[in-house]
């Protein structure tokens, strides 16, 4: 166990919906990374936020969006979804910005139908 | 960030030792070397991280040469349970936010 948690698990939908995947991250930890991980594109870095503000940005579409909370939680919103947007969703967190050690949670796998 | 390459794929039988080598040519001086395991359907999850010479853990070993345009992560004695994808990657501090998996290593344990 990580210690980070991601709901929901599993979470199937239909095109042109939206959801929104929360993550918790470690007890003490400030930095929350998203990423995106499907058959065809591996694993790929979407969005980093930093004690509530936005460090780094990847190959995230203007569709998606995310926010850290002053609690520390995150929130990756998913909208207008394509069926290529199906993927394992992975939410990350780490004490600061100094190491490169993250933890990463179970994941959110999205389908959408 | 520094580009990475790393085998595709690696067989190994148990209780042998694995050695992944990963290329990153273009290091750079403040740019550290992490490796990363998964497993299917989970999160990565870090394994070792060095800058110079060799580090050790519990897990694996490290191995950088004084050029660094290489690393070597070793397995030592692998198991059933080692097998998974190996994801090598280099960055520094100022890049921590862009962590950039490649295609990582698929490394197979038979009996």
């Known amino acids: 166990d990580s210690g980070v948690t991601q709901t929901p698990k599993h979470l199937i939908t239909a095109t042109g919906q939206r959801v929104t995947l929360r993550c918790s991250p470690r007890?003490?930890?400030?930095?929350v990374y998203w990423y995106q991980q499907s058959l065809d594109q591996g694993l790929q870095f979407l969005i980093q936020?930093?004690?509530?503000?936005?460090?780094a940005k990847g190959n995230i579409l203007e569709r998606f969006s995310a926010q850290q909370f002053p609690d520390l939680h995150s929130e990756l919103n998913l909208s207008s979804l394509e069926l290529g947007d199906s993927a394992l969703y992975f939410c990350?967190?780490?004490?600061?910005?100094?190491?490169?050690?993250?933890?990463f949670g179970q994941g959110t796998r999205l389908t959408v139908v | 960030l520094a580009k990475t390459t790393q085998p595709i794929s690696m067989d190994s039988y148990e209780g042998q030792e694995v050695n992944i080598t990963c290329s990153h040519n273009?290091?750079?001086?403040?740019?550290?070397i992490t490796w990363y395991q998964q497993f299917p359907s989970q999160g990565p999850r870090f394994i070792i991280q060095?800058?110079?010479t060799k580090v050790t853990n519990e897990v694996a070993s490290l191995f950088i040469p004084a050029d660094r345009k290489s690393s070597t992560l070793s397995l030592p004695r692998v198991s059933l349970s080692d097998t998974a994808v190996y994801y090598c990657?280099?960055?520094?501090?100022?890049?921590?936010?862009?962590?950039?998996f490649g295609a990582g290593t698929q490394v197979v344990v038979t009996p």
């Open positions: 936020y930093y004690n509530g503000e936005e460090r």
């Open positions: 007890s003490g930890d400030l930095s």
């Open positions: 060095g800058y110079k």
């Open positions: 990657l280099v960055g520094s501090t100022d890049s921590w936010g862009k962590l950039q």
């Open positions: 273009n290091i750079a001086t403040n740019d550290y």
């Open positions: 990350a967190s780490s004490v600061d910005l100094s190491r490169a050690e993250a933890f």
